[in-house]
């Protein structure tokens, strides 16, 4: 956006946004006024009133508390998006197989509607800030694309949030970022996991997840803390232990050596992310520990790879309706459709083995 010394502030912010919005810099939404401001370098009061006006004009929506304004104005010469970036952790060689799938389903799906996906991986995973420059040169490299944000970090998400690109969360959504998501209810997830294994006697608990800041792990870990505080919760109420790590096979294998040295270690494990689960069985086997026999282990997401196991661990399943939910907000996001609803979907608990009924 060109910034320029205006003789009648109100006027000429009002003027380049006008011109901003005709261009289609922003594809659904304005950005947020405190980044408007900071562009414009004018006040919010002023920048409200060139707001309004274009309000006044029919081409932004009126304001709404909490959440951005809404571009009602059709985009003068700007072509419409015909492609979906699916920006993601790993590049395509290092994906785990369930990412790989679900992205070869949302272009299964997509392709039907004329929307090509690209997936595209970056080093910001690593991090937990970079700059603007780092994220915009990013976006940049996209022309007029759709994002779907999968298992972003919160300072990901707030910046496309912020910046008024088009993107859909495919994951949980962090709290105050108004976009669009699809993603399992973890904290659904979380309660009744921890509600399974108190029922069957256990009363030290662990939970394994990744040490970076993803909603949804937060949201398995509040699931958990709610069953053990439920009034019908047994007394006293334990607390749980969190081991928290970046995914290495080296680094979780030190962390379950140090948790079951403990003079009291966990009995009961819910973990967040099922390739966690194949390290932990494998190796808590080779220190001597059974599954359920000594240690009860619950995942709380689902891989092909658990029917191969005996005894077969318990989890939770969603199946595809998880990518289908996600087509669907894509689909709605690129063709118009304001009202950005967070979903969250309940998984079915599978059966297994991997529980022990304590005594």
């Known amino acids: 956006m060109t910034r320029q010394i205006p003789s009648s502030k109100i006027a000429q912010a009002t003027e380049i946004l006008r011109s901003a919005i005709a261009k289609g810099e922003w594809e659904e939404f304005l950005p947020s006024e405190r980044v408007l401001s900071s562009q414009l370098q004018i006040s919010r009061v002023t920048l409200r009133k060139a707001l309004d006006s274009l309000t006044h ?26 492609r979906v970036v699916f920006l993601t952790q790993k590049p395509a060689h290092e994906s ?43 976006v940049e490299s996209h022309d007029r694309a759709h994002w ?15 910046q008024g690109i088009s993107a859909t969360v495919f994951g949980s959504a962090f709290p105050g970022i108004n976009l669009p998501s699809v993603d399992v209810d973890f904290r659904s997830a979380g309660r009744h996991a921890t509600g399974y294994l108190l029922a ?25 803390v709610d069953a053990l505080m439920s009034p019908s919760s047994i007394l006293p109420r334990p607390s749980p232990v969190v081991m928290s790590h970046n995914y290495d096979v080296a680094r979780l294998t030190r962390e379950l050596d140090r948790l079951f040295s403990l003079p009291d270690p966990p009995t009961g494990l819910v973990v967040v992310n099922f ?82 009924k304590l005594s």
Request: aromatic share 6%; proline share 3%; glycine share 6%.
């Open 96 to 138: 785990p197989a369930q990412v790989l799938s679900q992205y070869a389903q949302l272009c299964h799906y997509l392709s039907k509607v004329g929307l090509e996906v690209q997936l595209e991986s970056s080093d910001i995973f690593q991090y937990n800030q970079v700059s603007q420059d780092v994220l915009t040169r990013l």
């Open 200 to 224: 069957r006697g256990h009363r030290r608990l662990a939970m394994v997840r990744f040490r970076s800041t993803l909603a949804g792990d937060d949201l398995a870990y509040q699931g958990m």
């Open 148 to 162: 779907v944000l999968h298992q972003c970090p919160e300072f990901v998400q707030l910046w496309f949030f912020e």
């Open 275 to 356: 390739h966690h689960v194949l390290t932990m069985i494998s190796h808590l086997s080779s220190i001597g520990l059974s599954v359920p026999g000594d240690v009860s282990i619950i995942s709380l997401s689902d891989d092909v790879v658990f029917e191969s196991f005996s005894p077969r661990p318990v989890s939770y399943r969603l199946g595809d309706v998880l990518v289908k939910k996600l087509v669907r907000q894509v689909i709605d996001s690129v063709s118009g459709v304001t009202d950005h609803r967070q979903v969250l979907l309940i998984s079915e608990q599978i059966p297994g083995g991997t529980v022990a």
């Open 57 to 82: 004009e029919g081409l932004i929506a009126a304001a709404e508390r909490s959440k951005r304004r809404a571009i009602l104005a059709k985009k003068s010469g700007a072509e419409s998006v015909s």
